[in-house]
Every structure is written in C-alpha cells, then in structure tokens.
C-alpha cells in the first residue's frame, strides 16, 4: 500500500481515483498512536527493502586497490559523446594505456605516469577512471607519437590508398576507397 493510505487509512483523491468521503470514527490518542505504529511499519518495510537492493548492488560491486609500480588503463571519456583523441560514439576509445601507477594520492586517487606527448593532461585520476591491466610476456607496450591539440583531439591523414572499388545502386553508381591512415593500424 502507498505510504499515503498506510498514514490515513484512507485512498489518496486524485482525479484518478475518487473515494467516498466519510465521517472518521478515529479521533484523539487513539489516531495517533496508529500513526506512529504505522510510521515505525513503513520505516521497517523500507530498511527490509533497501538492504534487499543494496545486497544485489554489492554482487556487482568490486574495490580496487592498486599498488605502485601496477601498470592500468585510464577511462579515456568520462562522458558519453565527448570527443577525446580523435573519434566521437560508438567507435571512440573507452580506454588508453597501459600506464604505471607512479604514487598513491589519497585512497582513492592516483598519480599516473603519462607519455611526454599527453603532457597537457592532468596525471592524477580516481580510482574509479583506472581498469587494471593484465600484464602478458608477448605484449610489446609501444607508445605512437600522436599530435595532440590542446582540446585532446589529433588530426587524422591518409597515407596511400590501398584499393579502389565501384558499387553499384539502382540507380547512381558509389566510388569506395580503401584507405591506410597515418595513426591507424588498421584500414
């Protein structure tokens, strides 16, 4: 029942619902101590109900602790839709590293070891913006020189065309280029 009911025995008058209205037998102590009974009710279905939610939220919950010298990923857009190094959506970076953790801050915060061409970031971030990293033997860690503006943004180039190819529609005809990057690996 709603808290409203559970307080004064009675259906909220909304437009969407019009109870009859009639005389209260209850007046006095009496209407109050049912009150307080029903308030202490409420508060105890409500704690019941909040520690049901906060025991499905704690299975997903994880704390990570990182130590110095422990190499991680850092969250690249706090924000979705934010264009940070280049590409906006679905194809932006979610993570770029891996770094090294150079000093604990606080117990949250860390101060991290950036590259000299994102020396315009700020080098300490929250705990909560950092993934760990799981080192492997055979991972080269190399680190491209990218030009970054000072919006954290690079300007892309081609570099040769790899293919050249023609699509044809109904009625109009598409001309398709395969093209290498400058900062890509990939096509």
């Known amino acids: 029942m709603a808290p409203y009911e559970a307080l004064y025995r009675r259906k909220f008058r909304s437009p969407v619902y019009w109870d009859e209205v009639g005389e209260r037998a209850e007046l006095g102590p009496d209407i109050v ?12 279905r409500m704690k019941i109900a909040q520690s ?4 499905y939220s704690d299975q997903r919950r994880m704390d990570l602790e990182f130590l110095v010298g422990d190499h991680i990923f850092v969250k690249v857009a706090p924000m979705k839709c934010v264009m940070r190094f280049g590409k906006k959506g679905k ?18 915060v860390y101060r991290i070891a950036l590259p000299p061409n994102l020396a315009e970031v700020h080098n300490v971030f929250h705990f909560s913006m950092l993934r760990n990293y799981m080192s492997n033997p055979s991972h080269v860690l190399n680190y491209d020189p990218l030009q970054l503006t000072l ?17 044809r529609l109904r009625n109009k005809v598409v001309q398709m280029v ?3 990057w400058l900062n890509h690996s990939e096509e």
């Open 52 to 55: 049901r939610q906060k025991s």
């Open 91 to 108: 194809l932006s970076l979610r993570f770029k590293g891996p770094f090294e953790i150079l000093e604990k801050v606080g117990t949250l």
């Open 33 to 44: 101590r049912q009150t307080a009974e029903l308030v202490v009710r409420i508060r105890g």
């Open 178 to 180: 395969k093209v290498k």
């Open 151 to 167: 919006n954290l943004s690079f300007k892309e180039r081609p570099t040769k065309i790899l293919d050249r190819q023609e699509r």
